[in-house]
């Protein structure tokens, strides 16, 4: 298994419609996740973080299922804005290290009209 | 408040060229990192410092070379450019590693080596 795998779609999805994605990564031991934004030829941009117990920042709910050793971002209500590409990032330590992030190659998402 | 501030934003070399990537923050981080983005796939670390006179490599650091003497300035060298160079190089900060390691990047240097 890849250390961090995503569906890189694209996800085409109506206006106002509920998407979901899915994140899985191959270290039992990561200790931290991440869903970051990345719009065509810019930087990415934390979205969230991803925190054990589920999360949610107005309509977007991340998931953590350790067992299974996979991440989920829900967008719901979804606008035109939206449409970007989800980079699942994890991160292997849970000490000081700095080197632990390991970025997806992301998921592409197009909100259409 | 300017954040991460790469230069410059685009640049062409030819093949045995060099150049360097500046990178600043003003946010007082002392972890920063530079990663390359190629065409449909994930960041990768080159490089990453946890302070001034401290760095260390990446997943891919051959070709390159880092400096840090300052808190805010991290640039990246490119000695002897190669085709397989070209690519987009994100420069990014943090406050902090281990599990609050949310990085703030700059905008980037679109790369290209012919």
């Known amino acids: 298994r890849k250390e961090v795998e995503q569906d890189p779609g694209p996800f085409n999805v109506p206006e106002g419609a509920t998407v979901a994605f899915n994140c899985t990564y191959s270290n039992s031991a990561s200790q931290s996740f991440f869903w970051y934004r990345q719009d065509c030829r810019k930087e990415p941009k934390l979205l969230m973080s991803v925190y054990s117990s589920g999360n949610e920042d107005g309509r977007f709910t991340a998931q953590l299922n350790r067992a299974s050793q996979y991440i989920s971002l829900l967008i719901r209500d979804s606008k035109l804005s939206d449409s970007a590409t989800y980079l699942c990032?994890?991160?292997?330590?849970?000490?000081?290290?700095?080197?632990?992030?390991?970025f997806g190659k992301g998921t592409h998402l197009i909100i259409q009209p | 408040n300017a954040g991460v501030t790469q230069t410059p934003k685009f640049r062409i070399l030819k093949i045995g060229q060099s150049m360097t990537l500046q990178c600043t923050q003003d946010?007082?981080?002392?972890?920063m990192y530079w990663y390359r983005q190629d065409p449909g796939m994930g960041l990768k670390l080159i490089y990453y410092s946890v302070g001034a006179g401290i760095t260390d490599k990446g997943e891919v650091p051959n070709g390159y070379n880092v400096s840090r003497s300052t808190t805010e300035d991290f640039p990246l060298r490119l000695e002897l450019a190669a085709p397989s160079q070209t690519s987009v190089y994100f420069c990014a900060s943090s406050y902090s590693g281990g599990t609050k390691n949310i990085q703030y990047f700059g905008a980037g240097t679109r790369l290209s080596v012919l």
């Open positions: 946010m007082n981080h002392n972890y």
């Open positions: 990032v994890v991160n292997r330590y849970s000490g000081g290290g700095a080197d632990g992030l390991t």
